[in-house]
């Protein structure tokens, strides 16, 4: 039987490549007068897909959106599915690191072991968000709505 774990492409050099230059593109994209950090994200998606973001900040500095944000929307809108790879850069085209917030955000869409492009290397999900609260967390009480479930009525 075929499943989709099965169809997912190898994360391979060539796409890591990909994923970067897509990253940089959309980084070149970024709205950032604010910081002048721009980011750019781009991720594969389990089905083949690629999804990508940017930052996209405001005059009220807390409701700035992560490049992450940007790229979990593009996700969801073209068709959901799961993260297997993600790479994120910086102004310079290189690796930044996901804030905190954006593993969490991440971690609702990742693939069992998605891959993280880091500055200092590849890192698992769970390596960067170890104990990550997930959807599991809230089916193990009694009563609390899930995904699954869909909320209470
Ligand atoms: N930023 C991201 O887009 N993603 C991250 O994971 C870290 C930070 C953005 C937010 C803000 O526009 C700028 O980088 C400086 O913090």
New binding site residues.
């Given amino acids: 039987m075929t499943t989709a774990a099965q169809d997912v492409p190898p994360v391979d050099d060539e796409v890591w490549e990909r994923l970067r230059a897509l990253a940089v593109d959309a980084m070149e994209h970024a709205y ?1 007068p604010y ?1 002048r ?1 721009r ?1 750019g994200a781009a991720a594969l998606v389990d089905d083949g897909r690629l999804v990508s973001g940017c ?1 996209v ?1 405001n005059a009220g500095y807390g409701v ?1 959106l ?3 944000c940007g790229l979990v929307s593009d996700l969801v809108r073209t068709g959901g599915g799961r993260l297997v790879a993600f790479a ?1 850069v910086d102004g310079r085209g290189e690796a ?1 690191s ?2 905190g917030r ?1 593993r969490q955000v991440l971690s609702e869409h990742a693939a069992p072991g998605m891959l993280l492009s880091m500055p200092g290397g590849t890192m698992t999900i769970d390596e960067v968000l170890p104990g990550r609260f997930t959807d599991g967390d809230l089916a193990a009480v009694p009563g609390a709505a899930t995904a699954a479930t869909g909320p209470a009525s």
């Fill in positions: 950032a910081s950090f980011v930052n900040e700035t992560c490049a992450e994120c930044c996901p804030c954006c």
